[in-house]
């Protein structure tokens, strides 16, 4: 059964920093494309920053130079390190599985992603 938990989100001053974890269970992470992806309420889902079987990252336009993805195999571990946050970065935040095993996923659109956590809420203030 595929699991995973996102934790590391709270509540910041802007300017502020987080690191959000996604440890992943039930399956063979390291043959999948991993994401992060974020959601208001009332708003749709969007994707935050991609990494692939590769450790080629894809990240947002508004978020490029603010947030760094990366991943830790050996510990079925995905992290997103965010700095410089700001109010309009508030939102739970999620990881997510590439649809297909072994396969690049180059891309932060949700729908080529499956299998998501529970989310891990992040509150900017200003």
């Known amino acids: 059964q595929v699991q995973l ?3 590391g989100g709270g509540s910041v001053q802007a ?8 440890v992943s269970s039930g399956f063979t992470s ?4 991993m994401g992060w992806f974020r959601q208001t309420p009332g708003k749709e889902r969007e994707g935050v920053a991609v990494i692939d079987l590769a450790g080629v990252t894809t990240y947002a ?3 490029k130079g603010r947030f760094t993805v ?6 079925n571990t995905l992290y997103l390190q965010m700095t410089d946050l700001k109010p309009d970065d508030t939102a739970m935040y999620y990881c997510s599985t590439g649809l297909q095993p072994r396969t690049n996923y180059r891309t932060v659109l949700p729908q080529h992603f499956a299998n998501w956590g ?3 809420q992040v509150t900017v203030s200003s």
């Not at 390291?30 to 494309?33: F, I, M, T, V």
């Open 5 to 7: 938990v996102e934790s």
């Open 15 to 22: 300017g502020g920093s987080l690191r959000l974890a996604c």
């Open 30 to 33: 390291s043959l999948y494309s």
């Open 61 to 63: 336009d508004s978020v």
């Open 70 to 75: 990366s991943r830790d195999n050996a510990k």
């Open 118 to 120: 529970q989310g891990t």
